[in-house]
């Protein structure tokens, strides 16, 4: 589904990914842990194809397809999805519109026909009770003054109204309380199949209790040093990075 | 639900392709004036419409002071000096006296204004708009006559007006904008072609949306509408412009001149649409629109509400304003201009208070991108009899891009102390971030910041009538296309 081989990336002139090699199965959920400032959204914002993230070096082959040269609109049609660690405010444009804009454009890339402003609504309002997503978030602008939690919620909402096919989860569970980690495991495990897989970034152990991760790969300064099933995460947790990146040295 | 010229309209603005979708040509034979401006082409012009002779002197008067009057050069835009004598006054489609029935008009000009998205037929009547369209300088037909003669209210071309309703004409015209007002209102007074009356009669609510489609068709024309709306006593009207004109190298003057008139607890609401064309992207072409218009809250109680949506023109010179003369009177303005490419916006408006209680609201939201360049002015006035005088304005300001400008040029002047004045301004840039986000959903660019755009227009859209706050939106957006690299 996802192969990344030798993945060099440069951010304002500064090489943030050195060397990254990283595959993913379809039906897999691997994790990303790793210590601040590793690479870990850079990785996501070159998956996601974000302008000045310049690949120097290295592929990223998905599902067959050279993803560097697609366009990131085309991305998203094709299954890309990214929740993002900063979900972005949009004021002016409420939730509801923002999605069946995206919804539609998406459907139009890959030539299907508009859903009507109805059968959005249905759609989304069927997703939202699912995840607690209120109408009244759905009518605010996007994002404009929703707590960090409320944020997270609607990158979730996002991604099981667009049901991608690789969906990058970059720190959802940061700052979220128990409930609504537990409400968005559950959305992300809905999600979980066969024809799909998840790459999760997060800090915490506790959210892979959750979302039971296939495989955990450990990044430090742009390089994947660690990799393991899920009892790499309660051997980081007990005993930190240094030891793991350490001894990978 | 949307009624089928909603429907319509939607469908016709869903087909544009083009960036500017209006730059044809139609192929009409025309009468002309002969070029170039004189005592001379006022008298054919007053001739060519059987104007009685008050009109003429009128005009006449007007002409004269003309002569003696300077291009004012204070706003912020740049342009080669006019040639005034380089152009036509008048210019009509031949053998088109006014028309009782759709079915007797130029089928040319149906097509034209098919090709504009105006939906000038039976299912107008269904949305409850009575449209009236002027092609270059003469109305071509008035629909929806028979519906508005039943509540009493007059709408009608200018130069009717002038035939049949005289009294009204000369009560009214010129006591809002005076004739010796500015240089281009005193020109437009001189040599004004055609355009729209409206008068609503004491308490009656105008059972439909009145609405004129302006175009300049031919070449080396200047257009110079006149507008007249008068709401007596107790009475509400609601009154939409759209503007367009075909691509031309050469650039075409446009000096129209609007006049409200609000008598006691009347309202007005009037909301323009303007889409002339704005020049290539070198900056070649265009229409200079140097407008004056301006409201009197002449009863009390009055209300007038200016919304404008300006995406044409390469000038944009305009400050639709507000008399708040009446005690408790209300002046809203709340307006949009975008400029790209190599387009000068310099708008705004002027709200003077002389009752007492008067409230006015300015809400000013300039979008600026390519190497344009986007003024708001205004003008906050409070007279001394005016207690209690109130004004909120807020104007934000949107940069797409790092080659336009942006300037905020507020004037306020206060002479009575219990007056409350409130201004807020703000600059912002479309965040890279913003358009990733969108971008990340499946939104392309044009349309992402399209969505932006729109959201941070917001304010002024929901001003709009419904059927026409579609059509605008999307014109935002295709003011914008590739404004973004
Ligand atoms: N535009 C930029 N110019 C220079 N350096 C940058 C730029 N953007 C990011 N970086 C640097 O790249 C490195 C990796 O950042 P990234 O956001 O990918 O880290 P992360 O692993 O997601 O960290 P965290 O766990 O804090 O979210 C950091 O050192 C960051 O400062
Ligand atoms: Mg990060």
Redesign the interface.
Known sequence: MLDIKNLHVTVGGKEILKGLTLSIQPGQVHAIMGPNGSGKSTLSFVLAGRSGYDVTEGSIIYNGEDLKAMATEDRAAKGVFLAMQYPVEIPGVTTMTFLKTALNSQRRKRGESDLDAIGVLKLVRAKAKELNVSEEMLKRALNVGFSGGEKKRLEILQMSIFEPKLAILDETDSGLDIDALRLVAEGVNALRSPERAMLVITHYQRLLDYIVPDRIHVLAKGRIVAEGGKELALELEAKGYEHIVGQAA | MSSPAQLETKAQVAEIGDKYKYGFVTDIEMDMAPKGLSEETVRFISAKKNEPEWMLEWRLAAFRRWLSMKEPKWARVHYPQIDFQDAYYYAAPKNNPLKQSLNEVDPKLLETYNKLGIPLNEQMALAGVAVDAVFDSVSVATTFKEKLNEAGVIFCPFSEAIRDHPDLVKKYLGTVVPVTDNYYATLNSAVFSDGTFVFVPKGVRCPMELSTYFRINASETGQFERTLIIADADSFVSYLEGCTAPKRDENQLHAAVVELVALDHAEIKYSTVQNWYPGDENGKGGIYNFVTKRGDCRGDHSKISWTQVETGSAITWKYPSCILRGDHSVGEFYSIAIANNYQQADTGTKMIHLGANTKSRIISKGISAGKAQNTYRGLVSIYGKAKNARNYTQCDSLLIGGNCGAHTVPYIESRNPTARIEHEATTSKI????L??????????D?AVS??V??????VLQQLPMEFAVEAQKLVGISLEGSVG
């Open positions: 965040a890279e971030d913003q990733f986000y969108c971008l990340q959903r499946g939104i392309p660019q349309e969505l932006i729109n959201g941070f227009c917001k304010e």
